[in-house]
């Protein structure tokens, strides 16, 4: 069966599932370790996973891969919001909520809806009272990769 994605990529904490269409970044998503992986030549995946590679050395590396528009305008008021937040540091989800005018729980529910995880960073969001949850789990593999890129980044952990 061949696999739903354009690629399967390998990283330290399992794997990212990769999409593309018309030149843009469709969609990234987290896949447990086990996944196989899929090798691509498309040169936006060969672009994406030198990026990521940079990342994965040095956790300031930038990302510059063009992603497709995605979401609705609420989501991205969000995920703007997430984009602002620096490397090595979190926000909690009622901060965000505060800037745009809206409530924690829609704040989570636009992070779990990321499209673009790691490119725009929801592991940086966290609860008021600890780590939060991740990817609309709250246990598992997801929370692992959340713990693992926030250790990465330098942000000591509740």
């Known amino acids: 069966m061949p696999s739903p994605f354009d690629a399967v990529l390998a990283a330290p904490f399992g794997k990212l599932g990769v999409r ?3 030149g843009t970044l469709r969609e990234l998503t987290y896949l447990p370790e086990s996944t196989p992986t899929v090798d691509s030549s498309h040169a936006l995946i060969r672009k994406l996973a030198r990026q990521l590679d940079a990342y994965y050395s040095n956790p300031n590396a930038a990302f510059d891969v063009p992603l497709a528009p995605a979401g609705t305008d609420f989501q ?3 995920w703007n919001a997430i984009s602002a ?3 090595g540091s979190v926000i909690t989800y009622g ?3 505060k800037q745009i005018g809206s409530v924690p729980r829609a704040v989570g529910q636009a992070c779990g809806d990321n499209w673009f ?3 725009i960073p929801c592991h940086r ?3 008021a009272s600890g780590i939060g949850g991740f990817s609309h789990h709250t246990d598992g593999y ?3 990769i959340k713990h693992w890129l ?3 980044e330098g942000v000591m952990l509740i």
Request: glycine residues 0%; positive net charge.
């Open 76 to 78: 991205r008021r969000v």
């Open 117 to 119: 995880p790691i490119l």
């Open 142 to 144: 997801l929370l692992n």
């Open 20 to 22: 593309v269409a018309d």
């Open 95 to 97: 901060t965000i909520a």
């Open 85 to 87: 937040v620096p490397c």
């Open 125 to 127: 969001v966290v609860s």
């Open 150 to 152: 926030l250790r990465h």
